[in-house]
């Protein structure tokens, strides 16, 4: 069984900081890729950004690029969102999710059908 849990999320302020977390459970985290997904309030949940499972080659949504740096460490089992200058329309429920996929370059173009597991996503509140 494998299980995703988010933590990290919270309120924050305009142009602050925050950085999420993905514990993975099981043995088999090195054998996933792994993206986050976000679901403003409202809306449809839609692609952050994604890391393959050796942590070498990243893809970003456009309105993160420069802001948003994903990252991987595949000894603890975890995988990273660190969100900078954040804004009000980056508020949402923030969901990390995990894909069989051992390929060293993306292959994903950033559907949800595309990952095999899915935590139960961690809140953002950025204040105005």
């Known amino acids: 069984q494998v299980q995703l849990v988010e933590s990290g999320g919270g309120l924050v302020q305009t142009g602050g900081s925050l950085r999420l977390s993905c514990a993975v459970s099981?043995?088999?985290?090195?054998?996933?890729?792994m993206g986050w997904f976000r679901q403003p309030p409202g809306k449809e949940r839609v692609f952050v950004t994604t890391?393959?499972?050796?942590?070498?080659?990243?893809a970003y949504h456009d309105s993160v690029k420069g802001r948003f740096t994903i990252s991987r460490d595949n000894a603890k089992n975890t995988v990273y969102l660190q969100m900078n200058s954040l804004k009000p329309e980056d508020t949402a429920v923030y969901y990390c999710?995990?894909?069989?996929?051992?390929?060293?370059?993306?292959?994903?173009?950033?559907?949800?059908?595309?990952?095999?597991?899915w935590g139960q996503g961690t809140l953002v509140t950025v204040s105005s």
């Open positions: 099981g043995r088999t985290f090195s054998s996933f890729a």
């Open positions: 890391i393959t499972s050796s942590g070498g080659s990243t």
């Open positions: 999710a995990a894909r069989w996929d051992t390929s060293s370059v993306v292959t994903t173009r950033g559907f949800e059908y595309e990952y095999d597991y």
